[in-house]
């Protein structure tokens, strides 16, 4: 790679260049995906699905009287320089925009798990806490 | 309760409407655990007048590089709680947009970092995490 600009040793990797880098394993993150803690509060389930180019994230949330389905949103694939058990496996980012609060997710797969980081923030006058929360999917085959 | 949520987990009644997040605890200076990074090196939380802020020093093939000081937002572990459990800023560097999320785990900083280049370059936006314990000067 040409020099070029860079505020870290990583923003000179190599492999940021090879087109392969931004697809890298993707397909692991394909499907459906249950959470492993039955008695969640708060997502119970995500899918990921690929349209072309684009990543589109559905999530649904626990209810009161059943799932809330969130409006599906466009992912944003990020090359992942992380050796997760061997194997590298590109992220996904995802905005939920819901009016009354924000989510930034982060998705990921870690040795066959589905990791979410969810930083929430509430636009309503509630007084509820912005927080960030991680939960964990295993994939749901189908038979 | 008149509340709106998406999940059951937010649906709570706030411990305290004036409070704000606690996050003093998490002041100071925080060491990459992996000593060959070549990303982040250190983070350096500060506190001025009830506002938080983060420094950042990377790792550069000539040396340190310090990003500059950057307001923090401080996030709590649940909706109801008021004690800090993470943060998000970004810099942006005109060629690079960096986003860190900041998760604390067991008393390490957990550091998601976003980087999505705007230049020419050619290359892929990337995600990596790093962990950082704090300097204490204990032992």
Not at chain 2, 15 to 42: H, K, L, M, Y
């Amino acid at each position: 790679m040409e020099r070029v600009a860079f505020k870290q040793n990583s923003h000179l990797e190599p492999a940021l260049t090879d087109p392969a880098t931004r697809t890298l394993n993707v397909e692991g993150l394909l499907g459906t995906w249950k959470n492993t803690n039955t008695k969640t509060t708060g997502i119970s389930e995500i899918v990921i699905a690929r349209e072309g180019s684009r990543f589109l994230i559905s999530l649904v949330g626990v209810g009161s009287d059943g799932p809330i389905h969130w409006p599906r949103t466009e992912g944003t694939v990020f090359a992942n320089l992380e050796e997760e058990a061997g194997q590298k496996a590109v992220a996904i980012a995802a905005n939920f925009d819901l009016g009354f609060m924000t989510a930034d997710t982060h998705l990921r797969v870690n040795k066959g798990v589905l990791v979410i980081v969810l930083i929430v923030t509430f636009q309503d006058d509630s007084g509820r806490s912005d927080y960030v929360n991680r939960e964990f999917f295993y994939k749901h085959h189908v038979e | 309760m008149d509340m709106q949520f998406a999940q059951l987990f937010d649906r709570v009644e706030p411990a305290d409407n004036a409070a704000p997040i606690e996050f003093s605890q998490w002041v100071g200076t925080w060491i990459n655990s992996n000593p060959d990074t070549t990303g982040i090196a250190r983070l350096v939380i500060s506190e001025v007048d009830g506002n938080f802020f983060l420094e950042v020093q990377a790792v550069g093939p000539d040396g340190p590089i310090a990003w500059g000081k950057t307001p923090i937002k401080t996030l709590a572990a649940n909706p109801a709680s008021r004690k800090g459990a993470g943060f998000t800023c970004s810099y942006d560097f005109g060629f690079v947009t960096t986003r860190l999320q900041g998760m604390i785990v067991k008393g390490l900083i957990v550091l998601g970092q976003f980087h999505t280049f705007k230049d020419d370059s050619g290359r892929a936006g990337f995600f990596v995490r790093e962990y950082f314990g704090i300097q204490h000067g204990r032992y």
